[in-house]
Protein backbone atom coordinates (compact mmCIF):
# COMPACT_ATOMS: atom_id res chain seq x y z
CA UNK A 1 0.00 0.00 0.00
CA UNK A 2 1.18 3.46 -0.75
CA UNK A 3 1.58 5.82 2.19
CA UNK A 4 -1.86 8.09 1.55
CA UNK A 5 -3.82 4.55 0.94
CA UNK A 6 -3.49 3.77 4.35
CA UNK A 7 -5.21 7.08 5.99
CA UNK A 8 -7.48 6.56 2.65
CA UNK A 9 -8.60 3.19 3.91
CA UNK A 10 -8.43 4.03 7.66
CA UNK A 11 -10.71 6.49 7.16
CA UNK A 12 -12.99 5.09 5.53
CA UNK A 13 -13.24 2.34 7.66
CA UNK A 14 -13.77 4.65 10.46
CA UNK A 15 -16.67 6.36 8.57
CA UNK A 16 -18.26 3.17 8.01
CA UNK A 17 -18.38 2.81 11.59
CA UNK A 18 -19.85 6.21 12.21
CA UNK A 19 -22.19 6.49 9.11
CA UNK A 20 -23.45 2.78 9.90
CA UNK A 21 -24.39 3.19 13.96
CA UNK A 22 -25.67 6.80 12.63
CA UNK A 23 -27.85 5.24 10.05
CA UNK A 24 -29.10 2.87 12.69
CA UNK A 25 -29.97 5.21 14.99
CA UNK A 26 -31.96 7.41 12.26
CA UNK A 27 -33.98 4.31 12.03
CA UNK A 28 -35.03 5.00 15.93
CA UNK A 29 -36.48 8.62 14.93
CA UNK A 30 -40.09 9.40 16.55
CA UNK A 31 -39.51 5.90 17.72
CA UNK A 32 -37.83 6.80 21.12
CA UNK A 33 -39.72 6.36 24.60
CA UNK A 34 -39.81 9.63 25.66
CA UNK A 35 -39.34 13.46 24.05
CA UNK A 36 -35.73 13.67 25.94
CA UNK A 37 -34.55 10.28 24.21
CA UNK A 38 -36.17 11.64 21.19
CA UNK A 39 -33.99 14.57 21.12
CA UNK A 40 -30.79 12.74 22.76
CA UNK A 41 -30.80 9.98 19.61
CA UNK A 42 -31.05 12.27 17.04
CA UNK A 43 -28.36 14.92 18.16
CA UNK A 44 -26.11 11.26 18.54
CA UNK A 45 -27.40 10.33 14.54
CA UNK A 46 -26.33 13.82 13.57
CA UNK A 47 -23.09 13.81 15.14
CA UNK A 48 -22.03 9.89 13.75
CA UNK A 49 -23.62 10.79 10.03
CA UNK A 50 -21.12 14.35 10.72
CA UNK A 51 -18.20 12.59 11.18
CA UNK A 52 -18.47 10.04 8.56
CA UNK A 53 -19.08 13.15 6.02
CA UNK A 54 -15.75 14.31 7.75
CA UNK A 55 -13.74 10.93 7.25
CA UNK A 56 -15.00 9.84 3.55
CA UNK A 57 -14.09 13.86 3.05
CA UNK A 58 -10.54 13.15 3.83
CA UNK A 59 -10.16 9.54 2.47
CA UNK A 60 -11.75 11.27 -0.81
CA UNK A 61 -8.97 13.90 -0.74
CA UNK A 62 -6.41 11.24 -0.01
CA UNK A 63 -7.19 9.09 -3.11
CA UNK A 64 -7.37 12.22 -5.15
CA UNK A 65 -9.66 10.43 -7.50
CA UNK A 66 -12.49 12.66 -7.44
CA UNK A 67 -14.62 10.57 -5.15
CA UNK A 68 -17.24 12.60 -2.75
CA UNK A 69 -18.70 11.65 0.46
CA UNK A 70 -21.97 10.33 -0.96
CA UNK A 71 -20.26 8.03 -3.72
CA UNK A 72 -19.01 6.22 -0.35
CA UNK A 73 -21.93 6.47 1.74
CA UNK A 74 -24.34 5.74 -1.43
CA UNK A 75 -22.51 4.12 -4.42
CA UNK A 76 -20.71 1.49 -2.44
CA UNK A 77 -21.92 -2.74 -2.22
CA UNK A 78 -22.22 -4.94 1.12
CA UNK A 79 -18.70 -6.19 0.86
CA UNK A 80 -16.83 -2.58 0.40
CA UNK A 81 -18.29 -1.45 3.70
CA UNK A 82 -15.73 -2.52 6.40
CA UNK A 83 -17.57 -1.25 9.52
CA UNK A 84 -17.69 -3.31 12.58
CA UNK A 85 -20.61 -6.35 12.77
CA UNK A 86 -21.63 -4.35 16.24
CA UNK A 87 -22.98 -1.02 14.58
CA UNK A 88 -25.06 -2.85 11.80
CA UNK A 89 -27.30 -5.05 14.61
CA UNK A 90 -30.78 -4.19 14.58
CA UNK A 91 -32.11 -1.82 16.92
CA UNK A 92 -34.16 -4.08 18.47
CA UNK A 93 -35.70 -2.91 22.06
CA UNK A 94 -34.69 0.11 24.10
CA UNK A 95 -31.79 -1.81 26.53
CA UNK A 96 -30.50 -3.57 22.98
CA UNK A 97 -29.80 -0.21 21.44
CA UNK A 98 -28.19 1.51 24.62
CA UNK A 99 -26.05 -1.76 25.06
CA UNK A 100 -24.17 -1.37 21.46
CA UNK A 101 -23.96 2.12 21.98
CA UNK A 102 -22.12 1.76 25.31
CA UNK A 103 -19.80 -1.41 23.78
CA UNK A 104 -19.13 0.45 20.81
CA UNK A 105 -18.51 3.96 22.24
CA UNK A 106 -16.79 2.29 25.55
CA UNK A 107 -14.27 1.11 22.03
CA UNK A 108 -14.13 3.95 19.74
CA UNK A 109 -13.48 6.52 22.82
CA UNK A 110 -10.15 5.05 23.54
CA UNK A 111 -9.77 4.41 19.80
CA UNK A 112 -10.62 7.73 19.15
CA UNK A 113 -8.34 9.48 22.23
CA UNK A 114 -4.96 7.57 20.47
CA UNK A 115 -5.94 8.29 17.05
CA UNK A 116 -5.75 12.67 18.39
CA UNK A 117 -2.11 11.42 18.62
CA UNK A 118 -1.23 9.84 15.60
CA UNK A 119 0.96 10.98 12.59
CA UNK A 120 -1.59 11.67 9.84
CA UNK A 121 -2.74 15.06 10.90
CA UNK A 122 -6.23 14.79 9.06
CA UNK A 123 -7.59 11.60 10.42
CA UNK A 124 -5.97 13.23 14.22
CA UNK A 125 -7.94 16.06 13.46
CA UNK A 126 -11.09 14.54 12.90
CA UNK A 127 -10.43 12.57 16.30
CA UNK A 128 -10.06 15.72 18.32
CA UNK A 129 -12.91 16.89 16.52
CA UNK A 130 -15.22 14.03 17.25
CA UNK A 131 -14.45 12.42 20.97
CA UNK A 132 -15.52 15.73 22.26
CA UNK A 133 -18.75 14.53 20.88
CA UNK A 134 -18.26 10.41 22.05
CA UNK A 135 -17.59 11.22 25.46
CA UNK A 136 -20.46 12.48 25.78
CA UNK A 137 -22.57 9.53 23.80
CA UNK A 138 -20.86 7.28 25.98
CA UNK A 139 -21.65 8.94 28.91
CA UNK A 140 -25.13 9.10 28.08
CA UNK A 141 -25.57 4.85 26.76
CA UNK A 142 -23.71 4.61 30.23
CA UNK A 143 -25.82 5.95 32.65
CA UNK A 144 -29.04 4.36 30.90
CA UNK A 145 -27.08 0.90 31.57
CA UNK A 146 -27.07 1.79 35.09
CA UNK A 147 -30.50 2.79 34.91
CA UNK A 148 -32.03 -0.08 32.99
CA UNK A 149 -29.53 -2.63 35.23
CA UNK A 150 -30.09 -0.99 38.41
CA UNK A 151 -33.62 -0.71 37.58
CA UNK A 152 -36.78 -2.81 37.94
CA UNK A 153 -36.65 -6.87 37.18
CA UNK A 154 -37.71 -6.60 34.35
CA UNK A 155 -35.24 -3.77 32.71
CA UNK A 156 -32.52 -5.82 34.51
CA UNK A 157 -33.64 -9.32 32.61
CA UNK A 158 -33.92 -7.55 29.45
CA UNK A 159 -30.49 -5.72 29.67
CA UNK A 160 -28.69 -8.43 30.99
CA UNK A 161 -29.90 -10.53 27.60
CA UNK A 162 -28.75 -7.65 25.77
CA UNK A 163 -25.62 -7.27 27.18
CA UNK A 164 -25.34 -11.53 26.62
CA UNK A 165 -26.82 -11.55 23.07
CA UNK A 166 -24.40 -8.39 21.35
CA UNK A 167 -21.43 -9.67 23.40
CA UNK A 168 -20.21 -11.97 20.70
CA UNK A 169 -19.77 -8.88 18.78
CA UNK A 170 -16.82 -7.05 20.48
CA UNK A 171 -14.06 -9.32 19.88
CA UNK A 172 -13.17 -8.26 16.69
CA UNK A 173 -12.36 -4.84 17.91
CA UNK A 174 -9.69 -6.16 19.16
CA UNK A 175 -8.31 -8.16 16.30
CA UNK A 176 -5.53 -6.49 14.20
CA UNK A 177 -5.50 -6.64 10.72
CA UNK A 178 -2.80 -5.51 8.07
CA UNK A 179 -4.48 -2.02 8.16
CA UNK A 180 -4.15 -1.94 11.90
CA UNK A 181 -0.55 -2.67 11.96
CA UNK A 182 0.02 -0.50 9.23
CA UNK A 183 -1.85 2.01 10.88
CA UNK A 184 0.29 1.13 14.44
CA UNK A 185 3.70 1.12 12.66
CA UNK A 186 3.78 4.20 9.97
CA UNK A 187 1.54 6.21 11.57
CA UNK A 188 1.77 5.87 15.52
CA UNK A 189 -1.73 4.83 15.52
CA UNK A 190 -4.01 2.84 18.03
CA UNK A 191 -2.40 -0.29 19.48
CA UNK A 192 -5.73 -2.30 20.04
CA UNK A 193 -4.13 -4.72 22.81
CA UNK A 194 -3.38 -1.58 24.93
CA UNK A 195 -7.07 -0.78 23.92
CA UNK A 196 -8.35 -3.91 24.53
CA UNK A 197 -6.79 -4.05 28.20
CA UNK A 198 -8.41 -0.63 29.17
CA UNK A 199 -11.55 -1.44 27.65
CA UNK A 200 -12.11 -4.06 29.69
CA UNK A 201 -11.69 -2.32 32.86
CA UNK A 202 -13.96 0.33 31.77
CA UNK A 203 -16.87 -2.13 30.93
CA UNK A 204 -16.37 -4.23 33.73
CA UNK A 205 -16.95 -0.94 35.77
CA UNK A 206 -19.97 0.37 34.02
CA UNK A 207 -21.53 -3.72 34.19
CA UNK A 208 -20.86 -3.98 37.72
CA UNK A 209 -22.79 -0.24 38.46
CA UNK A 210 -25.24 -1.79 36.84
CA UNK A 211 -25.39 -4.81 38.78
CA UNK A 212 -25.56 -7.06 35.45
CA UNK A 213 -23.48 -9.78 34.87
CA UNK A 214 -20.76 -10.06 32.68
CA UNK A 215 -20.64 -12.53 29.77
CA UNK A 216 -17.97 -15.43 29.98
CA UNK A 217 -15.36 -15.70 27.38
CA UNK A 218 -17.39 -17.28 24.21
CA UNK A 219 -16.87 -17.80 20.33
CA UNK A 220 -16.75 -14.42 18.81
CA UNK A 221 -18.16 -13.54 15.19
CA UNK A 222 -16.07 -11.60 12.88
CA UNK A 223 -16.20 -10.53 9.10
CA UNK A 224 -16.97 -6.72 9.23
CA UNK A 225 -13.29 -5.34 8.62
CA UNK A 226 -13.17 -8.04 5.55
CA UNK A 227 -16.65 -7.14 4.27
CA UNK A 228 -17.98 -10.06 5.53
CA UNK A 229 -21.42 -8.74 7.20
CA UNK A 230 -24.14 -10.28 9.21
CA UNK A 231 -27.61 -10.62 7.49
CA UNK A 232 -28.93 -7.45 8.65
CA UNK A 233 -26.51 -5.57 6.76
CA UNK A 234 -28.19 -5.68 3.17
CA UNK A 235 -31.24 -4.50 4.40
CA UNK A 236 -29.76 -1.74 6.18
CA UNK A 237 -27.93 -0.28 2.94
CA UNK A 238 -30.85 -1.22 0.90
CA UNK A 239 -32.60 1.43 2.77
CA UNK A 240 -29.88 3.91 2.91
CA UNK A 241 -28.89 3.70 -0.66
CA UNK A 242 -32.36 3.39 -2.49
CA UNK A 243 -32.58 6.60 -3.41
CA UNK A 244 -29.28 7.00 -5.16
CA UNK A 245 -29.69 3.35 -6.48
CA UNK A 246 -33.06 4.41 -8.17
CA UNK A 247 -32.41 8.31 -9.05
CA UNK A 248 -28.13 7.94 -9.64
CA UNK A 249 -26.92 11.75 -8.74
CA UNK A 250 -30.64 12.74 -7.36
CA UNK A 251 -29.49 16.36 -5.49
CA UNK A 252 -31.72 17.93 -3.42
CA UNK B 1 -8.42 45.46 -14.45
CA UNK B 2 -7.15 46.56 -10.39
CA UNK B 3 -8.46 44.02 -7.96
CA UNK B 4 -9.18 45.54 -4.87
CA UNK B 5 -7.18 44.58 -2.18
CA UNK B 6 -8.81 44.50 1.17
CA UNK B 7 -7.64 44.78 4.93
CA UNK B 8 -8.72 41.70 7.12
CA UNK B 9 -9.87 43.89 9.31
CA UNK B 10 -11.82 45.15 7.13
CA UNK B 11 -13.31 41.51 6.35
CA UNK B 12 -13.61 40.88 9.95
CA UNK B 13 -15.83 43.74 10.60
CA UNK B 14 -18.27 42.39 8.24
CA UNK B 15 -17.93 39.21 9.36
CA UNK B 16 -18.86 39.98 13.02
CA UNK B 17 -22.13 40.79 11.51
CA UNK B 18 -23.28 37.47 10.11
CA UNK B 19 -25.22 36.27 12.04
CA UNK B 20 -25.23 32.15 13.29
CA UNK B 21 -28.65 30.75 11.46
CA UNK B 22 -29.75 28.84 14.79
CA UNK B 23 -29.28 31.16 17.17
CA UNK B 24 -29.32 34.84 15.42
CA UNK B 25 -28.50 36.79 18.38
CA UNK B 26 -24.54 35.07 17.81
CA UNK B 27 -23.00 36.69 15.35
CA UNK B 28 -20.33 33.75 14.10
CA UNK B 29 -17.46 35.85 15.22
CA UNK B 30 -19.26 35.87 18.55
CA UNK B 31 -19.13 31.90 18.46
CA UNK B 32 -15.91 32.16 17.53
CA UNK B 33 -16.16 29.81 14.58
CA UNK B 34 -13.84 32.20 12.32
CA UNK B 35 -10.41 31.17 12.85
CA UNK B 36 -8.56 33.10 10.09
CA UNK B 37 -8.95 35.55 7.16
CA UNK B 38 -6.35 35.83 4.07
CA UNK B 39 -6.29 38.54 1.76
CA UNK B 40 -3.22 37.67 -0.08
CA UNK B 41 -5.12 36.14 -2.94
CA UNK B 42 -8.67 36.70 -3.32
CA UNK B 43 -10.22 36.04 0.31
CA UNK B 44 -10.00 33.18 2.07
CA UNK B 45 -11.90 32.89 5.24
CA UNK B 46 -11.36 29.71 7.37
CA UNK B 47 -13.79 28.74 9.46
CA UNK B 48 -14.12 25.55 12.06
CA UNK B 49 -17.41 23.65 12.75
CA UNK B 50 -18.97 23.57 15.74
CA UNK B 51 -20.23 19.79 15.41
CA UNK B 52 -19.84 17.46 13.26
CA UNK B 53 -23.28 16.74 12.66
CA UNK B 54 -23.80 20.63 12.78
CA UNK B 55 -26.65 21.60 9.76
CA UNK B 56 -25.98 24.73 10.39
CA UNK B 57 -22.07 24.83 8.78
CA UNK B 58 -23.45 24.85 5.48
CA UNK B 59 -25.67 27.45 6.17
CA UNK B 60 -22.93 29.38 8.20
CA UNK B 61 -20.40 29.10 4.79
CA UNK B 62 -22.89 30.37 2.32
CA UNK B 63 -24.16 33.39 4.99
CA UNK B 64 -20.09 34.43 4.59
CA UNK B 65 -20.03 34.37 1.02
CA UNK B 66 -23.26 36.34 0.51
CA UNK B 67 -22.42 38.69 3.05
CA UNK B 68 -18.92 39.70 1.49
CA UNK B 69 -20.24 39.21 -2.08
CA UNK B 70 -22.81 42.03 -0.90
CA UNK B 71 -20.11 44.27 -0.39
CA UNK B 72 -17.97 44.16 -3.26
CA UNK B 73 -16.06 40.71 -2.73
CA UNK B 74 -16.01 38.88 -5.60
CA UNK B 75 -13.15 35.85 -4.92
CA UNK B 76 -14.57 33.89 -1.66
CA UNK B 77 -13.47 31.18 -0.46
CA UNK B 78 -14.16 29.01 2.39
CA UNK B 79 -11.72 26.71 3.95
CA UNK B 80 -12.92 24.33 6.62
CA UNK B 81 -10.43 23.93 9.73
CA UNK B 82 -10.92 21.00 11.83
CA UNK B 83 -7.58 21.89 14.01
CA UNK B 84 -7.79 22.77 16.72
CA UNK B 85 -10.96 21.38 17.36
CA UNK B 86 -13.70 24.41 18.23
CA UNK B 87 -14.83 25.01 21.99
CA UNK B 88 -17.48 26.76 24.01
CA UNK B 89 -14.05 28.72 25.60
CA UNK B 90 -13.91 30.78 21.90
CA UNK B 91 -17.45 32.50 22.98
CA UNK B 92 -16.75 35.68 23.58
CA UNK B 93 -17.70 37.48 26.34
CA UNK B 94 -19.98 39.79 24.49
CA UNK B 95 -21.57 36.24 23.17
CA UNK B 96 -22.14 35.18 26.34
CA UNK B 97 -23.96 38.42 27.44
CA UNK B 98 -26.20 38.02 24.34
CA UNK B 99 -26.73 34.59 24.90
CA UNK B 100 -27.95 35.26 28.86
CA UNK B 101 -30.00 38.30 27.61
CA UNK B 102 -31.61 35.92 24.97
CA UNK B 103 -32.13 33.62 27.61
CA UNK B 104 -29.87 31.29 27.33
CA UNK B 105 -27.73 29.92 30.04
CA UNK B 106 -23.60 29.89 28.83
CA UNK B 107 -21.72 27.73 28.78
CA UNK B 108 -19.76 26.92 32.38
CA UNK B 109 -17.17 24.77 33.92
CA UNK B 110 -18.24 21.56 34.69
CA UNK B 111 -17.78 22.02 38.73
CA UNK B 112 -19.72 25.48 38.05
CA UNK B 113 -23.71 25.43 38.40
CA UNK B 114 -25.58 26.58 35.85
CA UNK B 115 -26.96 30.25 36.46
CA UNK B 116 -30.62 30.67 35.17
CA UNK B 117 -30.57 33.53 33.05
CA UNK B 118 -33.50 35.30 33.89
CA UNK B 119 -33.19 35.10 38.03
CA UNK B 120 -29.49 34.10 37.84
CA UNK B 121 -30.35 31.93 41.00
CA UNK B 122 -27.82 29.06 40.92
CA UNK B 123 -30.94 26.68 42.42
CA UNK B 124 -31.36 25.07 38.55
CA UNK B 125 -31.80 21.57 37.66
CA UNK B 126 -30.99 19.64 34.44
CA UNK B 127 -34.05 18.51 32.73
CA UNK B 128 -32.04 16.62 29.71
CA UNK B 129 -29.15 16.57 28.68
CA UNK B 130 -30.57 17.26 25.00
CA UNK B 131 -32.22 20.20 23.28
CA UNK B 132 -33.48 22.04 20.47
CA UNK B 133 -29.89 21.98 18.68
CA UNK B 134 -26.61 19.47 19.40
CA UNK B 135 -25.20 22.10 21.54
CA UNK B 136 -27.69 22.59 24.18
CA UNK B 137 -29.45 20.98 27.18
CA UNK B 138 -32.90 21.64 29.07
CA UNK B 139 -32.57 22.93 32.34
CA UNK B 140 -35.27 24.66 34.79
CA UNK B 141 -34.85 27.54 37.65
CA UNK B 142 -36.09 25.81 40.72
CA UNK B 143 -36.60 29.67 41.82
CA UNK B 144 -38.59 31.60 39.46
CA UNK B 145 -39.60 28.09 37.87
CA UNK B 146 -38.84 28.80 34.47
CA UNK B 147 -37.55 26.11 32.13
CA UNK B 148 -34.26 27.40 30.04
CA UNK B 149 -31.65 26.07 27.37
CA UNK B 150 -28.12 25.66 29.00
CA UNK B 151 -25.56 25.94 26.12
CA UNK B 152 -23.42 22.96 26.99
CA UNK B 153 -19.66 23.39 27.47
CA UNK B 154 -17.40 21.34 25.04
Redesign the interface.
Known amino acids: MSNRAIPATYATRLGDNALVLGQRMIELVAASPE??EE??NA?F???????A??FYTYAAECEGGGRTEDDFAFLRPEHEYRNLLLVEQPNGHFGDSTVRALLFESWYVLLLESLTQCAD?GI???A???I??VR?HL??SSQWLVRLGDGTEESHARVQASLDKLWCFTGEMFVADELDDAMLNEFNGPDLAAIELQWQKNVAAFVAEAKLEQPDDQWMASGGKQGKHTEHFGFLLAEMQHLQRVYPGAEW | MVETVYESDQIMEWLSQVPDPEIPVLTITDLGIVRDVDCSNGVTVSLT?T?????ATEAIEASVVAALEDRGVSDVRIKRV??????TDWISEDGRKKLRVYGIAPPERRDRPVACPRCDSSNTQV??????T?CKA?YRCIDCLEPFEYF?C?
Open positions: LELANSLDYIGQRMEAAIARAKEYRH | PYSGCPLSPAWTVSEFGSASKL
